[in-house]
């Protein structure tokens, strides 16, 4: 189990609001992470390199570190391009 907290962020794995979507490229590895701002209660994205061997550091690190990314439209949705 993974559970992180860094300035009153948190990542949980079995949190319902918590994700963390793993992708390998041919430049790396990437997670992207949907956490929960303890606060607010709102959920914040983050994206960053992961490492699959030390998943709770490379979590904390994009907490810290990451890139945001907004929330992607759903199924239903459209896309302007």
């Not at 918590?18 to 992708?23: A, L, M, T």
């Not at 490379?58 to 949705?77: F, N």
């Amino acid at each position: 189990m993974v559970k992180v907290e860094v300035n009153g962020m948190l990542y949980e794995d079995y949190h319902p609001d918590c994700k963390c979507i793993h992708s390998r490229t041919s430049s790396g590895s990437y997670a992207f992470i949907q956490v929960l701002d303890m606060e607010t209660q709102m959920v914040k994205r983050y994206w960053g390199p992961f490492d699959i061997e030390r998943p709770e550091a490379s979590i904390e690190s994009i907490m810290r570190t990451g890139g945001k990314w907004p929330p992607l439209p759903g199924p239903d949705e459209r896309v302007d391009s």
